[in-house]
C-alpha cells in the first residue's frame, strides 16, 4: 500500500508560469514532510521541507503548503524556468521511522 | 556536489554474481541510508545505519546486506544477483538518527545480464 502517492506522472507548464505539484498521503502520523528533486544522472537533491506543526514553508520560488485534514502537500514553483525541468519527489516520515518516497512527477518548463 | 560519495559509478555484471557498492556519507553525518530505484518507481527504502549500528529496515531482500564501518563509510552488498535487481541504487546520509534533511549520493546504476 503506497503511503505517499504523486497521482500526476507529469507535469508541463510554461516558462514564468506557476508550477503546482501535488501529494497525498495516507498515514496520519506522518508529521515531517519534504520536497526533493532529481535531474537525470544524479542523485535527488533536498529542496524545501516543512514540519506538520506548520502549513506553510516559503524559500525563495518556492513554497509547500500542507493541508493536514485532507492529508495533501503541494510544492508551488514561482516564477517557472526551464531549469526547474526535473523529477520531483514528494517524502514522508513520523518519528524516527525513514522516509517514505512518493512515485514522482516529472515536471517540464516550456520556454 | 552532495558531499555524498558513491562508488561504482556504473556496474554490469551477470546473474549469480555478487557486487558490493561502497558509500561515503557527507563530512559530520553519522545516518546512512541505502536506497533502491527501479524502473519508473519512487525510491525504496533498503536499510539505515546511524553510527555503525543498523537502525530501520525497508524492503531489503535476504540476498542483500549492508554495514556501516567505524569511519562511517557504508558498503551494499549484492549477492545472487537477479535481472529484477537492475536499478539505480543511492545513498544518502543525515546528521541525526531520526527525521532530517537527508543528502543523496549521485547512484551506482547496477545492470545484471
Known sequence: ?111 | DSGVTQTPKHLITATGQRVTLRCSPRSGDLSVYWYQQSLDQGLQFLIQYYNGEERAKGNILERFSAQQFPDLHSELNLSSLELGDSALYFCASSVVEGPDTQYFGPGTRLTVL
Request: with cysteine; hydrophobic share 35%; aromatic share 12%.
Open chain 1, 1 to 111: 500500500d503506497q503511503q505517499v502517492k504523486q497521482n500526476s506522472p507529469s507535469l508541463s507548464v510554461q516558462e514564468g508560469r506557476i508550477s503546482i505539484l501535488n501529494c497525498d498521503y495516507t498515514n496520519s502520523m506522518f508529521d515531517y514532510f519534504l520536497w526533493y528533486k532529481k535531474y537525470p544522472a544524479e542523485g535527488p537533491t533536498f529542496l524545501i521541507s516543512i514540519s506538520s506543526i506548520k502549513d506553510k514553508n516559503e524559500d525563495g520560488r518556492f513554497t509547500v503548503f500542507l493541508n493536514k485534514s485532507a492529508k495533501h502537500l503541494s510544492l508551488h514553483i514561482v516564477p517557472s524556468q526551464p531549469g526547474d525541468s526535473a523529477v520531483y519527489f514528494c517524502a514522508a516520515s513520523s518519528g524516527n521511522t525513514p522516509l517514505v518516497f512518493g512515485k514522482g512527477t516529472r515536471l517540464s518548463v516550456i520556454a
